[in-house]
């Protein structure tokens, strides 16, 4: 069983910053892309970032500059700074990663619970 906790979230005024955190647990041969979506009330879950087993990061044109994704392969852990927030960026973020947990060797995609994240104005 394969297990993603994510943690970080919380209130924060405009212009300020925070740094989510994801990390997978359980039975893991192999990680390959780590992401962070995210979910805002009335909308759609949208993918925020995405990074590879290589480091190679990919962003959403509304956070580029202001979000950098990062991750620690010992650790299975994957990070999100935000910084520079706006109202806007209020929703639930949750990680995402493909992984391979058993002998089949294929990848299977795994969600985190979500993190609020709520920027005032």
């Known amino acids: 069983q394969v297990r993603l906790v994510e943690s970080g979230g919380g209130l924060v005024q405009a212009g300020g910053s925070l740094r989510l955190s994801c990390a997978a647990s359980g039975t893991i041969f192999s990680i390959n892309v780590m992401r962070w979506y995210r979910e805002a009330p009335g909308k759609q879950r949208e993918l925020v970032a995405f990074?590879?087993?290589?480091?190679?990061?990919n962003y959403e044109d509304s956070v580029k500059g202001r979000f950098a994704i990062s991750r620690d392969n010992a650790k299975k852990t994957v990070y999100l700074q935000m910084n520079s927030l706006k109202p806007e960026d209020t929703a639930v973020y949750y990680c995402n990663a493909d992984v391979v947990s058993d002998s089949t060797w294929s990848y299977k995609g795994y969600w985190g619970q979500g993190t609020q994240v709520t920027v005032s104005s």
């Open positions: 990074i590879t087993s290589g480091g190679s990061a």
